[in-house]
């Protein structure tokens, strides 16, 4: 799992968000990011952390999750923008989330102290392909769609020709996997 993003006042949410982790994967958790405690509990929230798991099986332990921590802020009044961008993968599939808490609020005691975070929704984009390499000067991902084999997601197009990407759309999740040798994509709203 990546994480890009941030969770405002992370530290105070920690024991509300504690007894949602299984114990086994709490136990694990040895550093003070963010990220760590997301991508336990999403474990935590799959029948087998350790098996593969279908789209909606998947879909439905990311929706929990994002469901505790919004829990969490609300009992914590915590209103600030936070940003959940997020990326799995197992092997065979991938998942793409697009996602923050309470996007636009900020204090505003400051302005000039306004993170450039919470001011703009993070993005994430995809393009699917045969071959992403450098061709006939620049970047670019060849195949077209139509007859692509690989997907790629980034948080923002790393070509120059910005044609070929998508924008996978706010509060959302992207779901991939290859069937029959062709990138399956599916876009999943999220609550």
Not at 11 to 34: F, N, R, V, W, Y
Not at 36 to 58: F, K, M, N
Not at 87 to 111: E, I, K, N, S
Not at 122 to 142: F, I, K, V
Request: hydrophobic content about 40%; overall charge negative.
């Amino acid at each position: 799992m990546a994480h890009n993003g941030d969770l405002a006042r992370f530290a105070d949410m920690k024991p509300l968000l504690a007894p949602k982790i299984k114990p086994e994967l709490l136990s694990q958790i040895h550093g003070t990011t963010d990220s760590e405690w997301v991508y336990a509990l999403i474990l935590s929230h799959l029948p087998d952390p350790a098996s593969h798991a279908s789209a909606d099986v998947l879909t439905s332990a990311v929706e929990k999750t994002l469901d505790i921590i919004r829990d969490a802020r609300r009992k914590l009044g915590i209103s600030i923008s936070s940003s959940l961008n997020l990326f799995l993968a197992d092997g065979t599939q991938l998942a793409a989330v697009r996602y923050c808490f309470d996007f636009g609020c900020y204090p505003t005691d400051d302005a000039a102290r306004v993170h450039e975070a919470n001011l703009n929704y993070l993005s994430l984009w995809y393009t699917a392909g045969r071959n992403y390499g450098l061709h006939d000067g620049e970047w670019q991902m060849t195949g077209g769609s139509e007859n692509a084999t690989s997907i790629l997601i980034a948080s923002e197009p790393l070509t120059r020709d910005t044609a070929a990407w998508v924008e996978v759309p706010e509060y959302s999740m992207l779901h991939g996997t290859i069937r029959n040798n062709r990138p399956k994509i599916v876009i999943r709203d999220l609550g």
